[in-house]
DNA sequence: TGCACATTATACCTATCGGTTAATTAACCT
DNA sequence: AGGTTAATTAACCGATAGGTATAATGTGCA
């Protein structure tokens, strides 16, 4: 897997885990109060599984208290996927791909022909 | 994977994907172009894998012409991504992230007797 | 001292991933 | 028809992902 990016990003990769990370912006849960809802589909030795990845991809972060670990959220560690997703932002939020990107950094101003798109070839 | 949004999280956990996206985002290109700068790593049916993934996860458009396929990107498929990102966003944009999703949830604070992390940050 | 509880480690299983080589399909071009 | 090119399929491989059951670790407490 290698590349951080990577890594966050299949961390992201299973629902099971993004619950996770959800109910944990409600406040820090220890593994057992993070195991609790999935608890009647998996084992616990599976939760700690899937928290170890969230913590190898730096999205949690645990610190013990006796025989409790708690975890807390660290959305730092999604900042590196909003940035790469926003190089793409452009390209889905206005029907003006490239364009789009460079008008909003403009006062209002119209749109000519949106065709500016770069991306055709088939030059063959 | 079942649900399309882990399916894309995956698709976009591979730096060799991620740089076809972005190759993508400079206009459409067929299978034989977007393998050009990782012949030297990889070979074409791994290509075509690579492809098959992006297309699965809605990221990437195929259409043929001839023998050639033709592929396009189509960012609209990051949308759910963007959109499960901005739940997070607070968490990671201000400089003060605890004190922000403190705020978010003060209204439940009733919570605060029975859950032994309620959601405060422990008094060390 | 010793039990109960929370969590992790071990060992194992199956399925999927990312890659390979070799063969196949499909279209074009004389 | 035959050859070349573009892309895919098929069969295979080793590594990893996600899960299991069971054993081990570490801590608080009666």
Same mark, same amino acid.
């Given at each position: 897997?290698?590349?951080?990016?990577?890594?966050?990003?299949?961390?992201?990769?299973?629902?099971?885990?993004?619950?996770?990370?959800?109910?944990?912006?409600?406040?820090?849960? *220890?593994?057992?109060?993070?195991?609790?809802?999935?608890?009647?589909?998996?084992?616990?030795?599976?939760?700690?599984?899937?928290?170890?990845?969230?913590?190898?991809?730096?999205?949690?972060?645990?610190?013990?208290?006796?025989?409790?670990?708690?975890?807390?959220? *660290?959305?730092?560690?999604?900042?590196?996927?909003?940035?790469?997703?926003?190089?793409?932002?452009?390209?889905?939020?206005?029907?003006?791909?490239?364009?789009?990107?460079?008008?909003?950094?403009?006062?209002?101003?119209?749109?000519?022909?949106?065709?500016?798109?770069?991306?055709?070839?088939?030059?063959?």
């Amino acid at each position: 897997m290698q590349d951080s990016l990577s890594q966050t990003f299949a961390a992201l990769a299973d629902p099971t885990r993004r619950a996770m990370l959800a109910q944990l912006t409600l406040g820090d849960a *220890n593994i057992s109060e993070l195991a609790q809802p999935f608890l009647d589909r998996m084992s616990l030795p599976a939760i700690t599984k899937h928290v170890k990845v969230l913590e190898k991809a730096g999205l949690v972060v645990k610190s013990r208290d006796a025989q409790w670990r708690s975890c807390t959220l *660290n959305a730092e560690a999604l900042r590196a996927v909003a940035d790469w997703m926003e190089q793409y932002r452009s390209f889905w939020e206005a029907r003006f791909d490239r364009l789009d990107a460079y008008l909003k950094t403009l006062p209002k101003k119209q749109k000519s022909e949106g065709a500016k798109n770069g991306r055709q070839r088939k030059a063959k």
